[in-house]
């Protein structure tokens, strides 16, 4: 039985004459939090956007699969079947939420059901669910700007997953937050991906971060040059 969920080949991207993939292959099975590691530039970016179908790349292939269902080529998707495989399946968490200042905590996050077709009350009752998972109750009504960093991090988590998202990425989703928010935030992130059975790809500068996945993988100039945990002394 095959349980990776997704499983990248070859995959090679060029903006102009910057190399940003070089050949990358990484499987990431089902239920494993996986950390990207690497410099300011070497393509861990890039690597998100390709294997979550927003960036297609020159050449390679990505291959999603679902819990249910027969395997799907992201790579050959048009764009309203990876917009709709993004919607459905993935979910997305940023260093800045991406949230939206008009809107509440709670309609943030009853947004993502809304936009797959869920009736706005129903919504709002599983977006408050989540909200009391993560620790926000009684932060319901508050907008953006009215949250701690920290809270509105956790906000974007529950929009995140709220649609049942299979496979989470995050793209240094801790990068503008200090340790112990960080590490809360993180503790959110995991308990809502590998906790419910899911999958998270992780994009991070932190160390810390890096030690609480299942494995990190090193990028270096658009290739992963490790995929072995590092020893910690
Ligand atoms: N849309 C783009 N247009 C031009 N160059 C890009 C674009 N996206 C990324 N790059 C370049 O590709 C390389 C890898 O970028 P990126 O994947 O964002 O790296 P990282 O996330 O590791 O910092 C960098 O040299 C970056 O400048
Ligand atoms: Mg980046």
Not at 18 to 29: E, F, H, I, Y
Not at 53 to 70: E, M, N, R
């Amino acid at each position: 039985m095959n349980s990776s969920v997704i499983e990248s080949k070859s995959l090679t991207k060029t903006f102009g004459t910057t190399t940003a993939l070089a050949g990358v292959d990484l499987n990431v099975q089902r239920g494993e939090s996986v950390a990207i590691m690497g410099a300011s530039g070497s393509g861990k970016t890039t690597l998100l956007h390709v294997l979550a179908g927003i960036t297609a790349p020159d050449s390679g292939s990505v291959q999603y699969f679902p819990a249910a269902g027969a395997p799907v080529d992201v790579t050959a998707l048009n764009e309203r079947d990876r917009s709709r495989l993004r919607r459905e399946s993935f979910g997305f968490v940023f260093q800045q939420g991406l949230l939206i200042p008009e809107l509440t905590a709670i309609e943030n996050i009853a947004l993502a059901l809304m936009i797959n077709g869920s009736p706005r009350r129903q919504a709002l009752e599983h977006a408050a669910g989540w909200m009391a998972s993560l620790g926000l109750a009684g932060f319901e009504d508050r907008r953006i700007g009215e949250l701690s960093g920290g809270q509105a991090q956790r906000v974007a988590i529950a929009r995140s997953q709220v649609t049942g998202a299979e496979l989470v990425f995050a793209d240094e989703p801790t990068g503008a937050l200090d340790s112990q928010t960080s590490s809360d935030v993180m503790s959110a992130l995991l308990w809502s991906t590998t906790g419910q059975g899911r999958s998270l790809i992780v994009v991070t500068h932190d160390a810390d971060v890096a030690a609480r996945c299942s494995r990190t993988v090193h990028v270096r100039d658009g290739l992963i040059v490790s995929a072995v945990p590092e020893v910690r002394s």
